[in-house]
């Protein structure tokens, strides 16, 4: 059956996936003008293409941290581009927001619960990163989803969307907000690798035992004294890498343990989340 492509077709098209008018012409045409065949070669062109740039590195992109209403979950998504000129772009990152939303709205299992979601009333979340590959010709990637349950969750976004920290607290009162910000923006800053000292991976800390013992025997050590030292690195390691043992970098007096506690005696921090581009 022989039909006739309109330009308001092309632009239609256009409009609901954000593909080129030359691509829209091109599916619209091998569709014999069915509008949802012709998202779909869209999409499969947007497949291909994440397939043949499987080996580019999307180390830009676009990070969102949100909480819901009573604060007692929060979620940080991840849209992943190659050039931070796609990232920078506000359509990109409004489209990173929008994820969000519904990560929080639906608190997903996990990320590919996420991408299963609707998007819009008309596809899926998957789709939707599917249609930005088209679009847009690069590497995009919707590469991370956490989500975090606590009494009061508080969250921080480090500027221009590189990072997005969750922290949960164990105490509920609107004045604690800004002490679980404080304790977001040490985990920007600083990095943790847990929580506490009991939260350390047992391979890591396995790993760190042994680099201790290495150097202690390299700068000449006893062997006897070589696991006595090895701990006491171990012990430098819990300072500089838990979150809780670490010093406070607005105060470096104190802890960041500490700092809790001098805002209400029983307040400490139940757990955390950190996703950063790169």
Same mark, same amino acid.
């Given at each position: 059956m022989?039909?006739?492509l309109?330009?308001t077709?092309?632009?239609?098209l256009?409009?609901?996936t954000?593909a080129?008018?030359?691509?829209?012409k091109?599916?619209?045409?091998?569709a014999?003008g069915?509008f949802?065949?012709?998202?779909?070669?869209?999409?499969k062109?947007?497949?291909?293409?994440?397939?043949?740039r499987?080996?580019?590195?999307?180390?830009e992109?676009?990070?969102?941290?949100m909480?819901?209403?009573d604060k007692t979950?929060g979620?940080?998504v991840?849209?992943?581009?190659?050039?931070?000129?796609v990232?920078?772009?506000e359509?990109?990152?409004q489209?990173t927001k929008k994820?969000?939303?519904?990560?929080i709205?639906?608190f997903?299992?996990?990320?590919?619960?996420?991408k299963?979601?609707?998007?819009e009333?008309n596809t899926?979340? !998957?789709?939707?990163?599917?249609d930005?590959?088209?679009?847009? !010709?690069?590497k995009?990637?919707?590469?991370?989803?956490e989500?975090?349950?606590?009494?009061?969750?508080?969250?921080y976004?480090?500027?221009g969307?590189?990072?997005?920290?969750?922290? !949960?607290?164990?105490k509920v009162?609107?004045?604690?907000?800004?002490?679980?910000r404080?304790?977001a923006m040490?985990?920007?800053?600083?990095?943790?690798?847990a929580?506490?000292?009991?939260?350390v991976?047992?391979t890591?800390?396995?790993r760190?035992l042994?680099?201790?013992m290495?150097?202690?025997?390299?700068?000449?050590?006893?062997?006897a004294m070589l696991?006595k030292?090895?701990?006491?690195?171990?012990?430098?390691?819990y300072?500089?890498?838990?979150?809780?043992?670490?010093?406070f970098v607005k105060?470096?007096s104190?802890t960041?343990a500490?700092?809790?506690?001098?805002?209400d005696?029983?307040?400490t921090?139940?757990?955390?989340?950190?996703?950063m581009?790169g």
């Amino acid at each position: 059956m022989s039909f006739t492509l309109s330009a308001t077709d092309v632009k239609n098209l256009r409009d609901a996936t954000g593909a080129g008018m030359m691509d829209c012409k091109a599916a619209l045409t091998e569709a014999n003008g069915d509008f949802e065949t012709a998202i779909d070669i869209l999409r499969k062109k947007g497949q291909k293409l994440s397939v043949k740039r499987a080996d580019r590195e999307a180390k830009e992109g676009v990070v969102i941290a949100m909480v819901n209403g009573d604060k007692t979950k929060g979620i940080i998504v991840k849209l992943s581009s190659e050039t931070d000129f796609v990232s920078k772009n506000e359509d990109f990152v409004q489209t990173t927001k929008k994820i969000a939303q519904v990560a929080i709205d639906h608190f997903p299992a996990d990320l590919e619960a996420l991408k299963a979601l609707p998007f819009e009333g008309n596809t899926t979340i !998957g789709d939707k990163v599917t249609d930005l590959v088209a679009a847009i !010709g690069e590497k995009i990637e919707l590469s991370n989803y956490e989500k975090l349950e606590a009494p009061q969750v508080e969250y921080y976004i480090h500027m221009g969307n590189k990072a997005g920290v969750l922290i !949960g607290l164990n105490k509920v009162n609107a004045a604690f907000t800004d002490a679980g910000r404080d304790a977001a923006m040490q985990v920007a800053a600083m990095k943790p690798v847990a929580l506490d000292r009991g939260d350390v991976d047992a391979t890591m800390i396995k790993r760190e035992l042994e680099i201790g013992m290495e150097q202690a025997r390299a700068e000449g050590k006893p062997e006897a004294m070589l696991e006595k030292i090895a701990q006491g690195k171990l012990e430098r390691f819990y300072k500089d890498n838990t979150l809780l043992n670490q010093s406070f970098v607005k105060d470096g007096s104190m802890t960041v343990a500490a700092y809790l506690k001098s805002v209400d005696q029983d307040l400490t921090v139940t757990g955390f989340k950190h996703v950063m581009l790169g």
